[in-house]
């Protein structure tokens, strides 16, 4: 186990949009997250590294654990150090070059020197197919490349948990096999993942689990091949109604 989320409830305002969440990611797997849109699939992840902050739940990471009630600010910071967000917008930052934005998490998140953050930065963008991009600046590129950005910036930390959030929505249907295919060299490395989508012939391919959820909750979960081609709860038939596998 590398991740487990355990009793995760958060709400806004009156809404509660995540009612008791439980997951479990193992070392190497990818999960995948599948709901309609406001499920809660982008808040779960957001609660992860404390971009949204619970007001109920555990995250264990190894022998790490914090609890959403007691959490304090360095217990954030060791969090977040451990995991590695992909927004759907890419958040690049505009003024600095695609090296210079995946250098930047090197030595601002893991106080790399400098030299050896840049040679890093170089070896990530050449494995995302964007080595000759590297001097660009991010309004340069297409949205794909700019994803692509975005994946080697998280994956260059070596997180023990990617956490990807509708990787391919903002992107131009032509852009999206790029991205996914990083995506997948990413998993065959081993690395562990949640990734939430609506790209479900991805999922399946790529996904060891899959978890779908509806009104904040886990509905049915299992491997990517029960979910998707033999769904058990009623709900999860009727989502997957529409999809051709």
Do not use: W
């Not at 996914?180 to 999922?203: C, K, P, T, W, Y």
């Not at 904040?216 to 038939?237: L, N, Q």
């Amino acid at each position: 186990m590398v991740l487990r989320i355990s009793n995760l409830h958060k709400r806004f305002d009156d809404n509660e949009v995540l009612r008791g969440v439980d997951l479990t990611v193992g070392d190497g797997q990818v999960v995948g997250l599948i709901g309609s849109s406001g499920a809660g699939k982008s808040t779960l992840l957001r609660c992860v590294n404390f971009l949204e902050k619970p007001d109920e739940g555990r995250f264990s990471i190894d022998d790490f654990t914090v609890d959403a009630a007691t959490a304090s600010k360095k217990d954030i910071a060791a969090l977040r150090r451990l995991t590695a967000m992909v927004f759907q917008s890419f958040n690049l930052y505009k003024l600095k070059t695609v090296a210079e934005n995946v250098e930047l998490a090197l030595t601002d998140v893991q106080g790399v020197p400098k030299r050896e953050a840049r040679e890093t930065a170089l070896d990530f963008l050449n494995r995302v197919g964007l080595y000759d991009k590297r001097n660009s600046f991010p309004d340069k590129l297409s949205g794909g490349q700019q994803q692509r950005v975005a994946l080697a910036r998280a994956a260059v930390l070596r997180p023990k948990v990617m956490l990807l959030d509708e990787p391919t929505s903002a992107l131009d249907p032509e852009n999206v096999g790029e991205v996914l295919d990083v995506i997948r060299a990413l998993a065959d490395e081993g690395q562990s993942m949640i990734i939430a989508s609506h790209e479900m012939n991805f999922l399946y391919q790529v996904a060891d689990h899959v978890a779908f959820m509806d009104q904040g909750k886990i509905v049915e979960e299992g491997s990517a091949e029960d979910v998707f081609r033999h769904p058990e709860h009623d709900r999860t038939k009727q989502f997957l109604s529409r999809v051709r596998l």
